[in-house]
């Protein structure tokens, strides 16, 4: 999605002073049914600019596939646009020399606060009929603390979202009514392979789900 400059521009602005790298914009069609909201992009996804491109990507398309669709039917976004990093200082055991890395790591509640005004803007411009949030930075931002993905994978949910709030410091509940889905990250299926049942079931669900709605 191509954003106004005055939204980029004061996104740039509230991410000062955060270790957040590149910036990787939302993509798919602006008459989605479903849009999916992510974590933030990584490594693979700064260098592509392809939300999913690594290897969560893979293990999303398979969940796609489940239930029916493919990445050109929806619009796959994040809750923080930018790579969220940290310093990491170390030994090379190959070579023995003082090394600084910079891995990936989870956004903070500041920093999907300081994109938020992104998230808001693709959300009113598309108004999809389903959101799913995948894991529970994408959950949070949207529904708040008190729902998590462990309790509400898979379950059916109609909600106004959280938005930012007229003085931008905080959320507030919107007026526009949705139904989310919330579902597990891809990439937990590499952390816990148990999970794998349930992943599957909760997307042959949706695929279902949108059946019945066509």
Known sequence: MNYPDWLTKSVA????GFLLEGFVPGAGPKDARLVILGEAPGRKEIASLVPFSG???????????????KREQIYITSAVRSRPYRIQQGINR???????????????????????PITDYELQTIQPEIIIPLGNI????????????????????????????????GYQWGNHVYTLVPMFHPAAIFYNRKLAPLIEQDWTNLGELLHTKS
């Open 13 to 16: 602005n509230r991410s000062q």
């Open 55 to 69: 290897a969560a990507g893979v293990e999303l398309d398979k969940n796609l596939t489940l239930a029916g669709l």
């Open 94 to 116: 190959k070579t023995g020399v003082a090394e600084t890395k910079y891995p990936n790591r989870t956004p903070t509640k500041k920093e999907v606060l300081a994109h938020a």
């Open 138 to 169: 994408g959950l949070h931002r949207l529904l708040g603390p008190k729902h998590s993905i462990t309790q509400d994978h898979g379950q059916i949910i109609t909600s106004p979202v959280l938005e930012l709030n007229a003085d931008q410091d």
